[in-house]
């Protein structure tokens, strides 16, 4: 069973602070993704990263970076948190798939909710 | 424009009735869809891919119009359990920058009553 943890449930932050998110997932995924989910407007990706130490923007990176120094593991860092980060936060992981290109299932890790004051 | 566009609902169905609901993609390049499902306050699983020539899944079909860029999902004999959020997922082409990208949908809202 593919299992992708993230280090807290919830978090409250304030304003300026640095925040780390952490997600580990245990099938040794190339793929990992950050997306944020907020009302009526759906997932949108943070940051991916498809191996150590590689990372790629995703629709919406401003405010955000990410590090990636094991395969199981990515951090979403937000510098100095803003009311407007505010958010469900999701990682996720896939495989490559076979031949490149195409599109393999992502799981999820259950989200962390933050809440920046 | 957003690049997936659903539905938000609520649809309300009876248990036992039929629910379909569909979402509209800009991409005409994506080639992967799918269906989520995302409970309350859980993260999305994937439900189903969507194939050209339609495809069934027990009580699911889930089918795809190219030409109006257009999926859709049926939900037959709706149980309880069928009650949740239902994203549609397409993927951004088969370009190198984009092959690991979704875009995901706001999600529909499905509510299975007794």
């Known amino acids: 069973d593919v299992k992708v943890t993230q280090s807290s449930r919830y978090l409250v932050k304030r304003t300026g602070e640095k925040v780390f998110l952490e997600c580990v997932q245990d099938m040794d995924h190339e793929n990992m993704f950050w997306y944020r989910q907020d009302p009526g407007l759906g997932l949108r990706l943070i940051y991916f990263?498809?191996?150590?130490?590689?990372?790629e923007k995703g629709d919406i990176p401003e405010g955000y970076s990410v590090s990636r120094e094991k395969k199981e593991r990515f951090s979403l860092i937000l510098e100095s948190a803003s009311t407007n980060q505010t958010s469900m936060y999701l990682c996720?992981?896939?495989?490559?798939?076979?031949?490149?290109?195409?599109?393999?299932?992502?799981?999820f890790g259950p989200g962390t909710r933050l809440t920046v004051l | 424009r957003k690049e997936v566009e659903q539905d938000p609902g609520p649809f309300n169905v009876p248990e036992g009735a039929t629910v379909a609901f569909n979402c509209t993609y800009s991409n005409s390049a994506s080639q992967s869809f799918f269906w989520y499902r995302q409970d309350c306050r859980k993260e999305p699983k994937l439900l189903m891919s969507?194939?050209?020539s339609g495809n069934e899944d027990g009580r699911f079909t889930a089918q795809l119009n190219r030409a109006s860029q257009y999926i859709s999902l049926l939900i037959r004999d709706s149980k309880l359990s069928d009650s949740a959020t239902y994203l549609c997922?397409?993927?951004?082409?088969?370009?190198?920058?984009?092959?690991?990208?979704?875009?995901f949908g706001a999600g529909t809202q499905v509510v299975v009553t007794p």
């Open positions: 996720a992981s896939s495989l490559v798939p076979l031949g490149g290109g195409a599109y393999n299932e992502q799981f």
């Open positions: 997922v397409v993927n951004g082409g088969m370009t190198t920058d984009s092959w690991g990208k979704l875009q």
């Open positions: 969507v194939y050209s």
């Open positions: 990263s498809y191996d150590v130490k590689m990372k």
